[in-house]
């Protein structure tokens, strides 16, 4: 699964666009500002609007169920030998990795809190390592975890495939974490494979032939050669016509041993989808029990799978995302925006994202005066269910915010808040005034021609959050701005 990518976002305002396009699609491109705009907002353009309008692309490469169910899909159809070395086996970055459940006393994702075997039993299933059903009818959902190179990436908690079976070898009963020989069976056929000099699937086979015997395969971290040992699983599958028979359904699985994981881990899991086989009667109200537990536990949304499996060898599995088997709806995505300076940062409220188009934000006049002659950075941070934990912020944007030509005194506001009293030493009647109050909307009142000091009423529809008051002038084609005031409504 390919983490998400953030684009980068533009803004825009009344006679200049600042556009980030161009770096759309990686979070790790730094963005970028047009020639045009210089990366500078200036004050003509400021206090054109009541805002600065900040626009985020829309996120079209979003992790949804249609786009798990692909991806199960790819991985399951590629046969590669190994993960890029010969440490590093197929497991790794290709097949579906999956355990078969049923919804019990403790949250289906723990390990059995009963079982100290010290692993946890997995299949994995892919077009060159195919059968034809879990375990039924005892078995007919479960959960599907990340390839361990995606895990890896998302910072989920590592996990570790420390031996695999071509068949489902009662590893209960087991030592050595569940690939030590059987006691119910012969102990020396059952040790080990590369303790018996096995190393080859049709090795395997001779063996499991000869009297029901099953050895593991180690593939633990640090094991030598642990890609081409794994690649003996999938030849011996190849040689198991019983894959496919129907008279003992589950016992011709594959089985591999993952590490034991710590309880309770619900945020940092690498759980990829909740599956459940098609065809079984409670599968999917077991899938349904098992998401929304999910859901509620980590706070993470992921998809219910139906997997279909094959039922002879020349039959593919498919894996399908249909909505109406979704016990929680997939969640909407939001971002907000946050508009930093060296002395303050402004974070407007959560809004969805538009699927298909860019959404618009917009920071408050105030809050950009507020870092007049500072330069501000620019970014949208992702407010996603469906994303692993971890920060889902853009790059930044950098913006110089123009400084303004001289400094006013605040203006004063009346005890009651009923006006506020504006003046500055040397006004001239050439000065254009414009007085603006943000309560339930941004009021620019101008006043011309004023030569003394004077009061600008706010009437009582005008207050509301966030009440503050600010003015400036225009004199000989430049700007002087007053501090923002506060003028939040007595309780």
């Known amino acids: 699964m390919k983490s998400?990518?953030?684009?980068?976002?533009?803004?825009?305002?009344?006679?200049?666009?600042?556009?980030?396009?161009?770096?759309?699609?990686?979070?790790?491109?730094?963005?970028?500002?047009?020639?045009?705009?210089s990366g500078t907002l200036y004050l003509r353009d400021i206090l054109a609007r009541p805002d600065v309008e900040v626009v985020v692309p829309p996120l079209s490469d979003r992790v949804d169920g249609l786009a798990v169910a692909r991806h199960l899909t790819e991985r399951y159809a590629d046969t590669r030998d190994d993960c890029g070395a010969e440490d590093r086996p197929a497991?790794?970055?290709?097949?579906?990795?999956?355990?078969?459940?049923v919804p019990g006393p403790y949250h289906t994702w723990n390990p059995n809190p009963s079982s100290s075997k010290g692993t946890v039993s997995f299949s994995w299933l892919r077009q060159d390592a195919k059968f034809r059903t879990i375990y039924t009818p005892r078995y007919s959902s479960g959960f599907i975890f990340l390839p361990s190179a995606d895990a890896e990436q998302h910072g989920y908690h590592p996990m570790e495939i420390v031996c695999v079976y071509p068949l489902d070898a009662t590893t209960d009963a087991r030592s050595d974490l569940g690939c030590g020989p059987h006691p119910a069976s012969h102990p020396t056929y059952t040790r080990p494979?590369?303790?018996?000099?096995?190393?080859?699937?049709?090795?395997?086979?001779?063996?499991?032939?000869?009297?029901?015997?099953i050895c593991s395969f180690d593939v633990r971290i640090g094991t030598s050669h642990s890609a081409t040992t794994f690649r003996q699983m999938g030849a011996a599958m190849a040689l198991l016509p019983e894959r496919f028979q129907?008279?003992?359904?589950?016992?011709?699985?594959?089985?591999?041993?993952?590490?034991?994981?710590?309880?309770?881990?619900?945020?940092?899991?690498?759980?990829?989808?909740?599956?459940?086989?098609?065809?079984?009667a409670n599968g999917p109200a077991n899938a349904k029990v098992d998401q929304r537990d999910f859901y509620q536990s980590a706070g993470r949304w992921v998809?219910?799978?139906?997997?279909?499996?094959?039922?002879?060898?020349?039959?593919?599995?498919?894996?399908?995302?249909?909505?109406?088997?979704?016990?929680?709806?997939?969640?909407?995505?939001?971002?907000?925006?946050?508009w930093k300076s060296e002395q303050s940062l402004y974070e407007t409220p959560a809004q969805p994202l538009v699927a298909d188009s860019p959404t618009a934000f917009h920071v408050p006049r105030g809050n950009v005066l507020a870092a007049l002659g500072q330069p501000v950075h620019v970014s949208f941070v992702v407010i996603d269910d469906t994303l692993p934990p971890g920060n889902h912020t853009s790059p930044a944007l950098p913006l110089d915010v123009e400084a303004a030509a001289g400094d006013l005194p605040p203006p004063e506001l009346a005890a009651d808040r009923s006006y506020a009293r504006?003046?500055?030493?040397?006004?001239?009647?050439?000065?254009?005034?414009?007085?603006?109050?943000?309560?339930?909307?941004?009021?620019?009142?101008?006043?011309?021609?004023?030569?003394?000091?004077?009061?600008?009423?706010?009437?009582?529809?005008?207050?509301?959050?966030?009440?503050?008051i600010y003015y400036w002038v225009k004199r000989d084609g430049q700007f002087l701005v007053s501090p923002v005031v506060s003028a939040d409504r007595p309780q």
């Open 91 to 101: 497991f790794l970055c290709s097949g579906v990795l999956f355990r078969a459940t």
């Open 303 to 338: 998809p219910i799978i139906r997997m279909t499996m094959p039922t002879t060898e020349a039959e593919d599995a498919r894996f399908d995302y249909l909505p109406e088997d979704q016990a929680v709806p997939l969640p909407p995505v939001a971002a907000r925006i946050r």
């Open 4 to 37: 998400r990518a953030l684009k980068p976002l533009f803004l825009a305002a009344t006679l200049f666009v600042v556009d980030l396009s161009a770096n759309a699609g990686s979070i790790d491109q730094a963005p970028s500002v047009p020639v045009a705009s």
């Open 246 to 280: 129907t008279n003992k359904p589950g016992s011709y699985t594959d089985e591999l041993l993952v590490r034991t994981w710590p309880q309770d881990i619900h945020t940092t899991i690498p759980i990829e989808a909740f599956f459940y086989q098609a065809g079984t």
């Open 193 to 213: 494979c590369a303790e018996q000099g096995i190393t080859t699937g049709e090795a395997w086979v001779a063996r499991y032939r000869s009297g029901g015997y």
């Open 422 to 468: 504006i003046g500055y030493p040397g006004m001239l009647s050439s000065d254009q005034i414009w007085v603006a109050y943000e309560g339930t909307g941004t009021h620019d009142t101008p006043y011309p021609k004023k030569t003394a000091a004077f009061n600008a009423g706010i009437p009582p529809s005008w207050l509301g959050a966030p009440d503050r």
